[in-house]
């Protein structure tokens, strides 16, 4: 070792790293702020991401599915509206064929006479 | 303190000694020095989320830390200049409560460096980082780095034959 290395390595050896004053951990930990709720940053983040995610993908499904019970709604009242046509319809069919069973039984029954 | 907390304690009790070793050596005032590196760890909670790895944490540390206490000391500055003042202030600063008497000596011939060359030497001989990535670290030009690297090496050199010749006989 030339003197150059030798004084190099002494200041190695005289600045290796220091204790703290005792209780430095402590007093930190008390300065951050909101310290009761404090959380870890990283945990945090490692919860609500996932968190998030879940949230947004149960938005999605409640808004698709109130889309889709929505539209099921319309098709249904449209079926049974079409449904109460229908069948007023075939009222209206049934009615019509017996006045004109009546008529032709009247009219058979006349010329027989 | 809630459990959850306990990675940012971790972080502290990781990196602590680093950070008040290197505002102490800055500074040479254990209370100024105390309150620097626990503005540094507060300034590191605010900070948590742009920080990217432990290499990213600990160079962060070194940075903010060389930076915080250069601060402190601007506002009472000192910096000696001729031997006989040097040997004025060696006489008159205590020796300090390192851990063994060459690390007071040491200590003490860092504190009379002027603040960029006591800044420099820190981050070469106790972080250990190599000229670019204390021009790095500072923001500096890697020539002035070595130069300040230099003069410091010489200056102190000079004014430890005294001071640690006994320690360089036993090396």
């Not at chain 1, 940053?41 to 995610?53: G, N, S, T």
């Not at chain 2, 972080?11 to 020095?33: F, N």
């Amino acid at each position: 070792m030339n003197e150059h290395e030798d004084f190099e390595h002494l200041l190695r050896q005289g600045l290796k790293p220091r204790q703290t004053p005792a209780g430095f951990t402590a007093r930190v930990m008390a300065r951050l702020p909101g310290t009761s709720q404090v959380r870890s940053l990283r945990k945090e983040r490692a919860f609500w991401v996932p968190a998030m995610r879940w949230a947004t993908a149960a938005a999605l499904l409640v808004v698709a599915g109130g889309s889709y019970w929505q539209h099921e709604q319309k098709e249904r009242v449209a079926g049974e509206r079409a449904r109460g046509q229908l069948i007023l319809a075939l009222r209206m069919s049934a009615t019509t064929l017996n006045d004109v069973q009546h008529k032709v039984l009247r009219s058979t029954k006349g010329d027989a006479e | 303190m809630p459990g959850i907390t306990g990675e940012f304690r971790e972080i502290v009790e990781a990196h602590q000694s680093r950070v008040y070793s290197i505002a102490y050596r800055v500074l040479g005032d254990r209370g100024t020095a105390e309150e620097v590196a626990q503005d540094v760890f507060l300034e590191l909670y605010r900070a948590f989320d742009a920080i990217a790895s432990d290499e990213h944490l600990a160079a962060w540390l070194r940075r903010v830390t060389v930076h915080r206490a250069t601060d402190a000391l601007r506002r009472r500055p000192r910096t000696l200049h001729g031997a006989a003042e040097f040997e004025d202030w060696m006489a008159e600063t205590p020796k300090g409560d390192g851990p063994f008497p060459l690390a007071s000596e040491i200590e003490r011939l860092v504190l009379a460096l002027p603040p960029a060359q006591r800044a420099v030497v820190l981050l070469r001989y106790q972080e250990d980082l190599r000229p670019g990535e204390i021009a790095e670290t500072l923001a500096m030009p890697l020539a002035t780095v070595k130069s300040h690297l230099q003069r410091a090496l010489k200056l102190m050199r000079a004014r430890a034959e005294d001071t640690l010749k006994e320690y360089t006989r036993h090396e």
